[in-house]
């Protein structure tokens, strides 16, 4: 064994006893099929098989609005043509963090809600945790996205007046609503009302 854990197996072999590995230092027996020759082979074994899987996060859109959800597939794939990785993953961004969801053939949607990604741009992070069934096999890792822009979502203003008409004697009802579409978090704040020079106290 060497100091990176590498193991070695070594074996004479006789006439046609000269088992032969892609990438091999020699790939033919020396004898000449009639001399007896001696000839040896040795192997070196990687015990140490868990590898890092790779990780895919793909968003179903590059920018959205604080109001909109956004859905997410999760990839992990095995490599130097292993099996399909099992197990679990996380998506996470910022402070949220989503719960863990089964992979189903390497695969797994996931969604962050409406408001849980910050205004500005963010980066998805996907973090994979190996089963009892791919342990052996694969490490926990991670993989991240190509920034998502999310923007402030701009809702709609209604200004209603009481009145279409009035006289300077008469005061004027007006009521304003704020709204951002069916389905969708109620803006919360406060308004004023202006007019050439005068301005409402915030209601």
Do not use: E
């Not at 590995?21 to 009639?34: D, L, R, V, W, Y």
């Not at 990780?55 to 597939?73: D, E, G, H, N």
């Not at 992990?76 to 963090?97: D, R």
Request: proline residues 7%.
């Amino acid at each position: 064994m060497d100091s990176a854990g590498g193991t070695y197996v070594t074996r004479p072999g006789g006439l046609g006893q000269f088992p032969v590995t892609a990438g091999a230092f020699q790939t033919t027996n020396s004898s000449n099929g009639t001399t007896a020759v001696t000839n040896a082979f040795v192997a070196k074994l990687n015990l140490d098989t868990a590898a890092a899987p790779k990780v895919t996060v793909t968003p179903t859109s590059s920018s959205i609005t604080t109001t909109q959800a956004l859905s997410v597939t999760v990839g992990v794939s095995g490599t130097n043509s292993g099996p399909t990785p099992t197990g679990a993953v996380t998506l996470s961004s910022g402070s949220y963090s989503s719960a863990a969801k089964t992979l189903s053939s390497g695969s797994a949607p996931l969604t962050f809600p409406a408001g849980s990604l910050a205004p500005g741009s963010d980066t998805l992070t996907a973090s994979y945790m190996p089963d009892s069934s791919s342990s052996a096999l694969y490490s926990s890792t991670s993989g991240t996205s190509t920034p998502v822009m999310v923007a402030l979502t701009t809702p709609d203003v209604t200004v209603s007046p009481s009145a279409s008409s009035i006289t300077t004697a008469q005061a004027l009802t007006v009521t304003v609503a704020v709204s951002d579409g069916s389905g969708n978090p109620t803006p919360t704040g406060s308004v004023t009302l202006t007019s050439g020079s005068y301005t409402a106290q915030q209601a």
